[in-house]
Structures are given as structure tokens and as C-alpha cells.
């Protein structure tokens, strides 16, 4: 890590020389130089560094760096479009150097802000990728317009991001950064007009699950007519909703039967859910402590835990209940099948009104019918 961290600086200063003196100048080749120095020692390291700018502190190996949490050049990349930029060990010094000014010349408003590649780098802005590796499409969406095909998208940074959420909130740690970090990633893939579909492949995965469920209840917020910061809060919501189970005993996790008492601890994930939110996330993660407490809260009454209030859950609990379950049923578990989406469908249109509120089932089954 302290390599990236390097690298970095080193960026940063050899583009700040860059733009302070002329070509050839000998401060701006130290700079040139340190910098690559500084990116040969990190590729000795790690043999496809990728960084993401997403405006707060960089990500790297699904982590933020917090110890650039007020490092300008986040922001400064993310403005004009370089929000990924992934290096790869055939990079030479002299492409490394055409990298530089090319990023001189975006930063400085000459150039456009689309995808640009190089040997041994890319950069630009985060965009839904057509093509996937040889595995399971961890999620499908389905663009808006007519007669668009089905677009496989490769979540594989933001599910390994998860991944370490989820593992720290086993430790008692709220992974803030990257779960907003992950949530913008999502959000900006609504800007491209995109349905997505909850993928069928989780296979028991909680990080997976937490992707897919945000990804389908966006998809349901953008379609109530959610704005930008509405949908990012939906967004941070609903791949928090499970971080209470990250609490519980771990061999409860694999079981495929309970007992009464087990049902009763795995139940609790709610309650232990929202206190860990609440106790390190304070007041900016209400809405996210308040789904994790209330997304199992039946329109009928019942659910867990049980309701002391009078009050319905709040609505984003609801969609992101909703959301979850649908998810749930699709994805293979060892004690089942996955269902059918005609099943997965039956499913949601045959509990309005008793397990889910009628609006939010009702908004979930008009995405996934087919």
C-alpha cells in the first residue's frame, strides 16, 4: 500500500512540474523521472496496479487510501474524467511519459473525456463494459431503449470492494469510503440510461448479493424519479442492509437448517445491523441504519424484530426488502436451487400486500417481468 501511496505523490508532483515549466525544463524531468521510479517499484509489487478518483480518497485493491482522504488530485482526476487508471508491467518509460502529458492536457481542458489506451495503461471515466471474462456475469442490465440488447457488466473491482466491506464489519468496522465509493460506481451506471437485472450467479456470496440488490433497487429509484443524492443514499442503503449478519456466530452462516433458538440469532442480524451503523456511522448513515433494522418488516405486521411502533417501515427499507428477496430466490443456495424469474416473479406478485408492501413489490415486478 505504501507504494501506491508513493506513486501517487509522485504523480501529483510531476504534473503540478509539468504544468509550472516548460518541456525539457530539469524540474519537470525530476518529476517525470521520480514518478516512474516510483511506478516501476509498484508494478514490482503488484502486476495490474488500478487506481479509482472518485472525488474523496483514491481506491486501490477495493480499499480507500485514508491517508489521502484530503488529497486534491482525487477530485482534480475525477472532474475531468479520469476516474479509473489501470497500468499493467509492459508500460515502458517513454509511453509512460506520453501518459503524463496527456493527462496534462485533459486536466488542463484540451482534450476530450473519453476512454484513452496505451501500451500498458488506460484511463477515463467509469462506463458500463460489454465484454466479461470467462466467468458468470456478476449482474445484467438491460438499457431503456427499444430493441437494446441485454449487457453484461463486470462488477469484479466493486464486488471485491465488498468483499472488504463486508470482511471489516466482521471486525466491528464501518467501511464508509469504500461502501460510498462502491455506491457512486453504481449510481453513475444508471446515467446511462441502464436497467439492471439482478444476476442468478451469487451463489451464497453476501458481497455479490449486496451489489445486486443495490443495482435492482436503483433501477427501481430511478424509475420512481429518484434524484442523483436520493439514489446515492439508496445506493449506500441497500449494500449495507445485511452488514448485521458480518456479526453473527460464523457457523450459523453455512447451515442449511436452524433451530428455533438459531432463528432467533440470525434474526438479530437487524438489530446488530443498525447498532453498528448507528455507533460508527452517526447521523449521516440513519437512512442505512434504519433499512438494516426495518428490511424484514412485513405490510401485515409481522417479520422481525418485532414492530414496537406504529409506524410502516420507512420506504427504502421496503424497496430494498423487496429488491433483496428477489435477488435472494434467483441466486443458488447449497440447500436449493436457484428459481426460475417467472417463479422469482409469482413470488413477489403473490406476497403484495402480506410480505411486501404493494408499491415497492409492484415497481420490482414491472423491472423484472419480462
Avoid at 112 to 135: C, K, Q, R, T, W
Avoid at 154 to 177: C, K, N, Q, T, Y
Amino acid at each position: 500500500m505504501s507504494e501506491a501511496i508513493r506513486f501517487l505523490h509522485a504523480l501529483a508532483q510531476a504534473l503540478a512540474t509539468m504544468a509550472l515549466y516548460s518541456p525539457g525544463h530539469p524540474a519537470a524531468r525530476r518529476g517525470i523521472d521520480t514518478a516512474w521510479q516510483a511506478l516501476t517499484a509498484l508494478l514490482e509489487r503488484e502486476a495490474h496496479p488500478a487506481f479509482l478518483f472518485l472525488g474523496s480518497a483514491p481506491i486501490y485493491g477495493g480499499r480507500a487510501l485514508h491517508e489521502l482522504a484530503d488529497w486534491p488530485w482525487s477530485a482534480r482526476l475525477a472532474d475531468v474524467a479520469v476516474q479509473r487508471l489501470d497500468f499493467d508491467r509492459t508500460i515502458t518509460a517513454e509511453v509512460f511519459e506520453a501518459l503524463l502529458d496527456k493527462l496534462q492536457v485533459r486536466l488542463s481542458g484540451g482534450d476530450d473525456i473519453g476512454e484513452v489506451h496505451l501500451l500498458g495503461v488506460s484511463y477515463g471515466p467509469v462506463v458500463v463494459e460489454e465484454a466479461f471474462d470467462d466467468g458468470e456475469p456478476d449482474a445484467i442490465v438491460e438499457p431503456e431503449d427499444e430493441g437494446a440488447h441485454v449487457v453484461a457488466m463486470d462488477l469484479h473491482d466493486e464486488i471485491d470492494a465488498m468483499r472488504f466491506v463486508l470482511a471489516e464489519a466482521r471486525s466491528g468496522r464501518v467501511a464508509r469510503a469504500e461502501v460510498e465509493a462502491v455506491a457512486r460506481l453504481l449510481v453513475a451506471l444508471m446515467a446511462h440510461h441502464a436497467l439492471p437485472q439482478a444476476d442468478a450467479t451469487d451463489r451464497g456470496d453476501p458481497a455479490v448479493h449486496a451489489v445486486n440488490t443495490a443495482l435492482l433497487a436503483l433501477a427501481a429509484g430511478v424509475k420512481a424519479g429518484l434524484g442523483a443524492d436520493g439514489l446515492l443514499d439508496l445506493a449506500v442503503a441497500a449494500l449495507w442492509h445485511d452488514i448485521g449478519e458480518m456479526r453473527l456466530p460464523f457457523d450459523l452462516a453455512s447451515k442449511t437448517s436452524l433451530s428455533e433458538s438459531e432463528r432467533g440469532i440470525v434474526e438479530g442480524h437487524t438489530v446488530l445491523g443498525a447498532s453498528l451503523l448507528l455507533s460508527q456511522g452517526g447521523r449521516t448513515l440513519r437512512l442505512a441504519a434504519s433499512v438494516a433494522f426495518e428490511h424484514h418488516l412485513r405490510p401485515d405486521g409481522t417479520g422481525y424484530p418485532a414492530r414496537r411502533l406504529p409506524q410502516p417501515p420507512h420506504w427504502a427499507s421496503s424497496l430494498i426488502g423487496v429488491a433483496a428477496a428477489y435477488v435472494a430466490v434467483r441466486a443458488a443456495r447449497p440447500y436449493r436451487a436457484a428459481w426460475s424469474p417467472e417463479r422469482a416473479l409469482a413470488y413477489l406478485r403473490a406476497g403484495e400486500g402480506t410480505v411486501f408492501e404493494p408499491g415497492a413489490a409492484q415497481l420490482i415486478a414491472d423491472l423484472v417481468a419480462p
